[in-house]
């Protein structure tokens, strides 16, 4: 059953009823709650200091975060019905910025010494790219971090997105536009590729999804693509429609042992690579 499906059965919605209608900025709103609970079993809040104490390379790495928004509506199909999406809110960053230039990502940057954790860093990050007020999002969880290949462990701070009204305020140095992309877009495997290659005995998998955005081609590729696959598994409880790696199979019952794998094996390659450099 669809995510949402139980919500609209319980709020006994008509199909002419806007998704908007929902009381979406109260606590008790049946669909954040539900949302809530989806993401609950994933949630590591503080994972860094876990992983740290078990290695200590950890120091070495630069940490971020990034806010995950995620939103909802109801919109007609083709027969008619309204049904509703889901959708992730991403940015194009522009070709000025220091790191992951011209890159699909999720609003977010690194951590500051003043922020007292991931999720005030991906708020602060947000509202400064973007616009996103803290108020505007409701937090569901920090997932498992990921490393990416530079040696920088991203928390993502999944949310609710209260986006009806919501004008982008965009920093021009850092991002050149906003948009949305749905949520399930990234567990099917319609423009979709991907490419493979191994560092030592392991082998990784670069996921690449290419939409048009207005007569903007994007590409959402490497650890935005990794983030996605990942959260929109968990949100509509499906495994995509691809292989996502090579040596370990992702299924519905092993998402949250499977983060923690990929982490293993990404931490493994790059503390080797720094183990090589540091001679």
Known sequence: MNIFKKILINQKLSN???WNRFTSTLEDDPKIHYLKETFLPFNRANHYDFLLAKNKNFSKTKRAAVLVPISTRLEKNSKGNYVPKSYFTLTKRT??????????C????KRDSHDVDDVQTALREAKEEIGIEPDEVTILAQLCPILTSKGILVTPVVAYFHNNYFEPTI??????FVF???TDRFIRNERYSSESYKKNLDEFTV????D???????TTWGATAFMCIMISSILHSRIPEF???KQNTLTNENIYDFLDYYLAKSTKSYFEYLAKNEK
């Open 16 to 18: 002419c009823r806007p």
């Open 95 to 104: 070709d000025s910025v220091n790191s992951f230039k011209g890159q699909v």
């Open 106 to 109: 999720f609003a977010g940057g």
């Open 171 to 176: 920093c021009k140095h850092e991002v050149d």
């Open 180 to 182: 949305e992309l749905p």
């Open 207 to 210: 996921h690449y999804f290419k």
């Open 212 to 218: 048009l955005i207005g007569d903007k081609e994007v």
């Open 243 to 245: 292989d996502v790696d």
